[in-house]
C-alpha cells in the first residue's frame, strides 16, 4: 500500500469503506508499525468506521495484516484503540494481474475515460474480474447483519452489488460511489459486458458520481443497452429487477484543515531542501503540475503549453520554473510504461532547449512528497497547472487551493474535470489540449495583479473549505439514510 499511495485500491466495508491510504500494519520482526493514512478518503472513513464498530473489507499487499490476522484474515484495528475490523481479501499475483492491471486498469478505466482504442483484454481478464467481485461479496455476506449499510468503492467492484443484494436481506442497504467519470452509451458500448457492468451497478440502492453529467451519461447507457430497465428520469432513479437504484451527483471534497495547516507549519528546510534536490533557484516564479503518470492527466499536452510559455517570452527564461511532480503508476501495464517513457523524453528535449547553465525551465520529479513537504509546495507555486484530458473529480486542484494559505496563487483548471463545476468559475478555465490557450494563460497568470488573485483565491477557497471530505461524506450518509428510509416504507407496504 505505502508505494501505490497515490493509486486506487478496491475496498469494501460495512458502513463505510475506502482506498488507496488505509491505515496499513508493517510486522517488523516481533514489532507492529503503523502507517496512518494522512489525507483522503481514507482518512474521512476512519473515524467514521471506528464510530460504527464496522468492517473494512480491503485487498494490498497486507503481509503483516496477515501476519497478525485471524484464522479469516481479520485485524482489529487501530491497535492503539481498536474498534473496527479490517478484512484482508488475500489475492494471488494471477488475480492482480488480470483483475486489478488487467479488467480494472485495462478495459473499464479506458472506456470510463473515453479512451477505448486504448483497452487491451484479454479472455481471463473479466473471469478474474467476477471471481474477485464475488470474493468481496462473499466476504460482506459473511459479515453484513441485517441492519448493515455497505458502501462500495470505485470501477474495481462493479459486479459486486448485484450478488451482493442477492445474498442478503433486502433490509441491507448497498450503496457505491464511482470515482471516475461514467462514459457516453457509445463508448461503454465497447465495453464487452457493458450490460452485466449495468446490471452489477443496479444491485445498489445508491449510485454516486462526482457530477451530474456522469449521472445524465449512465441513465442514458441504461436506456440504451438496458432496456428492460425503467428510468425515471425526474428522481434519477432506475428500477430493474424489482429493486430501485437512486443515481446522485456528490463531488467529493478534501481534508482542506489538513492542507491548510500543513502548508502553514511546514519547516522551511523541507521546501529548500526539494529545490536544491531539483536545481530550482528559490527567486524563480514556480508554475506546477502534480499527477500521476496517467495518460488521463494531460502531463504532455501541459509541457507542449509550457514550452510555447517560453518560445514566446523570452523574458521569462531563468525567471520561471515549471515544476513537475509525476507519481509512477500502474507501471506493469505498457502503456504506462510507455507514456512514462514519453513524458521524460519531452522534459529533456524542452529543457535541452531553453537551459542555461545555471536553469531549467523544468523540474522533474517522480520522488514521493511527504504530505507537508507536498503543501509547501503548493504553498509557494505561482501557477498550478491542473490540465487532464478527462479527470472524475481531481482532487490536486483542491488541495492546492487549500495550501494556498497566502491567497497569493492562481490555478489554471482543466475544463475536462469533475472539480471545474464547482471551482472554473474562480479558476483560469482552460482546454487541455489547446497549447495556445494555455500558454496564454499561463502568461495571464504571472501577471495577474495581486488583488485579482487573491479575489479569486478567496472565493476558491470558501468552496472548497465548505465543500471539504467531512461535508461530503454526510452528504453520502444522508442519501444512504434517505434510500433506507424509502426501502422501509416499501417493506412496511406502504
Ligand atoms: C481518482 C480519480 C478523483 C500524488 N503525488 C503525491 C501525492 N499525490 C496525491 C495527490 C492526490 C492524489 O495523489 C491524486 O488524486 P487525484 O484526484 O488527483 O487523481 P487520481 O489518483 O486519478 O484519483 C480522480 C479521485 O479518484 C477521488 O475520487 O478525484 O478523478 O481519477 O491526493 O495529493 N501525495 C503525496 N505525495 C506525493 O508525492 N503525499
Redesign the pocket.
Known sequence: YRHE????TPAVADSATGGAEMETLEADDDAVTVDEP????TAGLDPVLRHANGTWIAWGDGDADFAVADGDNCVSVPPSHESYTLRRIDLSDEAVDSYYYGFSNQVLWPICHGFPDLVSDRDDYVEWYRTVNDRFAAAVETHASADSVVWLQDYHLGLAPRTIRDAVPDTVTVAQFW??PWPSPEVLAECPVAEELLEGLLGNDLLGF?VDSYVDTFLASINRLLPSAAVDPNRNIVRYDGWETRVVATP?G?DAETYDRNARTADDDRLSSLFDALGVSDGNAIGLG???L?Y?KGIPERLAAVERFFERNPAWRGEFTFVQ?A?PSRTEIPTYQRYGDHVRREVERINDRFATDDWRPIAYTE?????ET?SALYRRADVMVVSPLV??????AQ?YVASSVDRDGTLLLSDR??AHERLGSHALSIDPADTEGVATRIEEAVSMPRQERRRRMDELRSRVFENDIESWMSTQFDWIQRVRDVTDVDANGT
Do not use: F, P, Q, W
Open positions: 499511495y497515490a493509486d486506487d494522512t489525507g483522503g478518503l470515482h471516475i462526482h467529493m478534501i502534480v499527477d500521476r496517467d488521463t511532480k507519481t520522488s514521493y512528497l511527504e504530505a507536498l479527470d472524475g473529480m481531481n482532487l490536486v488541495e474535470v469533475g
